[in-house]
């Protein structure tokens, strides 16, 4: 979105995608994406009797009572651009509860530690619980690794792929449709926090997220040979 309300009005998934601006400002539907993304706190934690749950990684911080006892959770980090998240706890005094951490499906490994030290892992229906009397100064640290992987756009496509880290979907920075071997797609070596390189055998091609796109022209689709 521009200062002045112009907005990006439709996501472009064709081979030659590019970035265009809606003529009028604060358009219709695509106007609302900025109350959109501030809900998305609304869906980040859910609190019940003892018990938190987790469900958003993004950097924030959930307050509540448990009668008089004031308690604080800071979430850090910058998943999904890194693996690690954590969360810093403050109490006016020991408070036992259980934290419940959601593991996405994409998910390959998932650690926990708490203070440091390595803590079981059970998942049940997408969620590892930690349970414990927490006090402030209490760090635990999740890790959520994942690897490279393609997604094809319809069953009737299987070689019209798009590349995927975790949730992040990885879209071509390029002028024209590559056609490469699934090895060298998934063979996507990291070039900085926000970029992949694959190796095409000639000029090599640069993936990011979709928010460091910027102008240039992209594809979301990847042909395999």
């Not at 975790?166 to 390029?174: E, H, I, W």
Request: charged share 20%; glycine share 8%.
């Amino acid at each position: 979105m521009k200062a002045d309300g112009s907005t990006y009005y439709y996501s472009d998934y064709n081979f030659a995608g590019r970035r265009v601006y809606h003529d009028g400002n604060w358009a219709c539907c695509a106007g609302t994406l900025p109350q959109v993304a501030t809900d998305y706190g609304i869906n980040s934690y859910l609190q019940e009797s003892g018990t938190v749950w987790v469900n958003l990684y993004i950097p924030s911080v959930l307050r509540w009572n448990v009668g008089a006892n004031r308690i604080q959770m800071e979430q850090v980090g910058t998943y999904p651009l890194s693996d690690a998240v954590e969360f810093r706890m403050t109490a006016a005094r020991p408070e036992a509860f259980a934290l419940h951490l959601r593991i996405p499906a994409s998910v390959d490994g998932a650690r926990v530690a708490v203070n440091g030290k390595a803590m079981p892992l059970e998942v049940t229906k997408g969620f590892a619980v930690v349970r414990r009397t927490w006090k402030s100064g209490d760090v635990v640290e999740l890790e959520l690794p994942s690897r490279l992987r393609v997604e094809a756009i319809d069953a009737a496509h299987p070689d019209v792929v798009a590349l995927m880290k975790g949730p992040l979907v990885l879209f071509a920075k390029t002028e024209s449709q590559p056609v490469l071997t699934r090895k060298q797609v998934l063979g996507a070596r990291r070039n900085g926090s926000a970029e992949w390189v694959v190796d095409t055998g000639e000029a090599p091609l640069t993936l990011v997220p979709f928010t460091e796109v910027g102008d240039a022209a992209y594809t979301t689709y990847l042909k395999l040979s």
